[in-house]
């Protein structure tokens, strides 16, 4: 029962980086931008925020330059929410390769976490760009040594959305209801995770609520080691970590639970 | 075990027929409840014969039931069947694509399945690409494939196009090139299905080589799945046979060839009127026709390196001169091949025979060497000629050619024409 199977997986290392690069190579060939999409998502987000959130809606930003406090929410949260929605569907967009031929499904998962990440760490580049610029000209900015922690945020993110994709990925081979309720799940879930509004701002009330998603304080510990304002607590950050271990571990054993017979159910 | 490579006991695999997969979810809280009070599945029980023919009682079907056998290492086992027999299930759990509804596989080494050539091929990226990508699905890892990257190129043929992505090939080379990576693997085990249904005849006659290779000189295990009797014929060793979901014969490739060509058509080499149909008859009445081979016995497929026979069974109403039976011999595309009859003997010396009345069997062997594999029919009748149609036997008698004894493998592609004779050439 208890068996995650893992050592497979290893011994297909190989599969897992090459399917990396075919998730590069055949989403950017044929464009003339190329990888400079990387970029415009962000920025394009960024910008309505900043117009909705920060000039019309006029939410705090605990003091803050608008643009740069919505770019890293929305570099954090890119990254968590588009390896979570690509995970959900691995089973039924692979079913055609899945039914033909036998190789550990965690691969699958596990090599588009991987190219989230790489394409992550183009945005982050981007973010620290920016959030240099501000850094230079203005002195709004305190990052912190908490910034020692973000590898542990990054993990964290992607085991979470590694996690909870597989649960959905594992459900929506039987149940289609599921893939519908992801998408506009993930867009609901960006307003119960402090993004576009810093923890503060939160009501003491729905605080428990808020906390109670994982993905809250590491979005919120992010800001707070390079924005220099925010809530940081262990607590919360300790609470995030079991949460995700939890996620990632139940989510690994119903995925090879299901990958045994999704063929017939697909 | 040592000796053993896969052992397979009571293995079955049940699908639910209709819209969803196995179950929708009532099914599967009455699943859960039942295992909760530590019961076995209810719906595990229910369940028939997989025999898409007939319209069944039940949603669920068994694929595979209570199938068992063994594969010994450096076997090379042919799977047979007609289709829907379960063939395809079968290697679909072997290689782990779907897990069993009941029993269980035994493996003694690695496995390497080949269900389609080319799975995980992507369009946009050039030859080379793939075929890392291709071998690392297929299990291999970066440095086995680099070792063999100039052996997998070469044998594919497309050296040329290596660097230009897929999606520019035409489909031979896409599949040259598919087959080529499958085709260096070096699992303990390789599990094979139909691919040879591609590509031209000089890269059929290449793989069948190159499968051989593995098998006999390599002395790895290979399964392989197959319509094509000739190449099951030539390439493997053990035999076995399957229909229904069950083995029926388990034993050399002969012994479940021969049963597979036996139960080949449903339509078994025999058709019997009924002795009421004989009223209307007033001089000839063909009561039965048959397919036999040498020793007699009714066959309605056969190795076009053997023997076929056409009985009739004739009953004459009333004695009478110039009766001749004949038949002709049509293919499925609705083309005739030949006819012959019964005046054709003798230099037409049958023309003359004094049919007494009474019932007489009429035998011809039929030249089945020059056929083509595939299926053909035989319509049979009875006139005086340019006179009378004495009678016309209503049903078409249908039979199936494999093609065994051609030069040029899988006749069908390789050689052009109507019928394949083999000529005798000579050289001064």
Redesign the interface.
């Known amino acids: 029962m208890l068996d995650l199977r893992l050592g497979d997986v290893w011994r297909?290392r190989?599969?897992v980086m090459?399917?990396v690069?075919?998730d590069f190579?055949?989403n950017y060939?044929?464009t003339i931008l190329g990888p400079i999409w990387f970029f415009i998502q962000p920025l394009l987000t960024t910008i309505t925020f900043y117009i909705i959130f920060g000039r019309v809606a006029q939410l705090g930003t605990d003091g803050i330059p608008a643009f740069v406090f919505y770019l890293a929410g929305n570099t954090v949260w890119g990254y968590f929410s588009q390896s979570l929605t690509a995970v959900s569907t691995v089973f039924t967009t692979n079913a055609a390769?899945?039914?033909?031929?036998?190789?550990p499904r965690l691969t699958m998962p596990l090599s588009i976490v991987i190219s989230n990440l790489v394409r992550f760490g183009i945005q982050f580049g981007l973010f620290l760009v920016v959030w240099g610029f501000y850094l230079l000209t203005t002195d709004t900015l305190h990052p912190n040594w908490l910034m020692l922690l973000t590898p542990l945020l990054v993990v964290l993110m992607g085991l979470l959305s590694l996690g909870l994709g597989m649960i959905f990925s594992a459900l929506t081979t039987?149940?289609r209801d599921l893939a519908m309720l992801l998408t506009f799940g993930v867009q609901l879930a960006l307003y119960a995770t402090p993004v576009i509004y810093p923890l503060s701002k939160v009501p003491a009330k729905y605080m428990w609520l808020i906390l109670a998603n994982p993905m809250s304080s590491i979005t919120e510990t992010f800001r707070v080691a390079f924005l220099g304002s925010g809530t940081f607590s262990w607590a919360y950050l300790g609470y995030s970590t079991i949460a995700t271990l939890i996620i990632l571990l139940f989510g690994i054993l119903i995925f090879n639970r299901v990958e045994?017979?999704?063929?017939?159910?697909? | 075990m040592s000796d053993i490579a896969i052992k397979v006991e009571g293995l079955g695999k049940q699908y639910r027929l209709g819209e969803i997969g196995t179950g929708t979810i009532s099914h599967d809280l009455n699943r859960w409840f039942a295992r909760m009070r530590g019961k076995e599945d209810p719906f595990a029980k229910v369940g028939e014969a997989n025999d898409r023919t007939k319209k069944g009682n039940s949603d669920y079907v068994w694929s595979l039931r209570d199938v068992e056998f063994e594969v010994k290492k450096g076997e090379a086992l042919g799977i047979i069947g007609r289709n829907g027999a379960g063939k395809s299930t079968l290697l679909k759990l072997l290689s782990k694509v779907t897990a069993p509804t009941t029993g269980n596989i035994k493996v003694n080494g690695r496995i390497a399945s080949l269900l389609e050539v080319g799975t995980g091929f992507h369009p946009e990226l050039t030859g080379r690409e793939n075929i890392f990508l291709n071998g690392a699905i297929l299990g291999m890892t970066k440095t086995e494939i680099r070792s063999k990257f100039d052996e997998i190129v070469d044998f594919s043929g497309v050296e040329r196009y290596i660097d230009t992505p897929v999606k520019r090939y035409s489909s031979g080379m896409y599949v040259r090139l598919a087959f080529a990576v499958a085709a260096f693997l070096e699992p303990e085990i390789l599990i094979v299905d139909e691919v040879l249904a591609v590509g031209d005849a000089e890269f059929q006659k290449k793989c069948m080589g190159r499968m051989k290779d593995v098998s006999v000189n390599d002395g790895r295990t290979v399964l392989f799945v197959s319509h094509n009797m000739a190449a099951v014929q030539k390439l493997c060793t053990a035999g076995l046979m399957l229909a229904q979901g069950s083995v029926i014969v388990d034993g050399t490739v002969s012994e479940a060839m021969d049963k597979y060509l036996e139960v080949h058509e449903a339509n078994n080499g025999f058709i019997e009127r009924t002795p009421a149909e004989a009223d209307y008859a007033k001089k000839v009445f063909i009561k039965s026709a048959a397919l036999t081979n040498d020793t007699g016995q009714l066959i309605s497929a056969v190795n076009n390196n053997a023997s076929l026979y056409l009985e009739l069974d004739v009953n004459i109403m009333k004695a009478g001169i110039g009766y001749n039976f004949s038949f002709e011999l049509w293919n499925m595309r609705d083309e005739c091949i030949f006819s012959s009859s019964f005046f054709d003997n003798e230099a037409g010396k049958h023309a003359d025979y004094l049919w007494q009345s009474g019932n007489n069997t009429l035998r011809v062997e039929l030249p089945i060497r020059m056929l083509k594999e595939g299926n053909y029919r035989i319509s049979i009748a009875s006139v005086i000629p340019t006179v009378e149609i004495l009678d016309i036997f209503p049903t078409e008698l249908r039979f199936h050619i494999n093609d065994v004894s051609s030069p040029i493998f899988v006749t069908g592609e390789g050689r052009n024409g109507v019928i394949v004779p083999i000529l005798n050439w000579s050289k001064r």
């Open positions: 297909y190989d599969l090459l399917f690069r075919r190579v055949s060939k044929q390769m899945f039914s033909k031929v036998y190789f039987k149940y045994k017979s999704f063929t017939d159910t697909v």
